[in-house]
């Protein structure tokens, strides 16, 4: 384990400062919860953030992705909006359940239920849909 002087981590710090972003902001369906997804960057670190109800529930692991990657980074809501999910990539990453205040496993993030786009009732046509 390397230890480095206050002087130096400090330096370091001037080099790389902690920058945290808002990525999106989310209210539950039934608007009674509210979840916030950041980054925190320092460097070559990306760090993400989860905040429910303005508490902290999840900070990741670094990732040390190229600068020019897209994280795209969601923030989704179960169909009871009791629960929420942190997407990077597509893959399912991080499930929280507000109600018990407890992260899901990765068996039950991966049976959460997502609303269709169905149950979303779009009244229009999809743009270039054919009949």
């Known amino acids: 384990m390397t230890v480095l002087a206050a002087g130096s981590y400090l330096a370091l710090r001037r080099l790389f400062p902690v920058a945290t972003l808002t990525v999106i902001e989310k209210t539950s369906p039934d608007r009674t919860h509210t979840a916030r997804l950041m980054t925190r ?18 900070t990741s692991p670094d990732f040390a992705a190229p600068a020019t990657a897209d994280f795209q980074e969601r923030v989704l809501w179960d169909r ?11 893959k399912r990453f991080f499930g929280y359940d507000v109600l018990h205040r407890n992260a899901l496993s990765m068996t039950e993030l991966a049976r959460v239920q997502l609303s269709s786009f169905e149950d979303l009732r779009f009244t229009e046509e999809l743009p270039g849909a054919t009949p």
């Open 41 to 58: 960057e320092a460097g070559f670190d990306v760090n993400v953030v989860l905040e429910v109800d303005d508490a902290v529930v999840y």
């Open 80 to 90: 009871s909006g009791n629960v929420v999910l942190i997407e990077v990539a597509g």
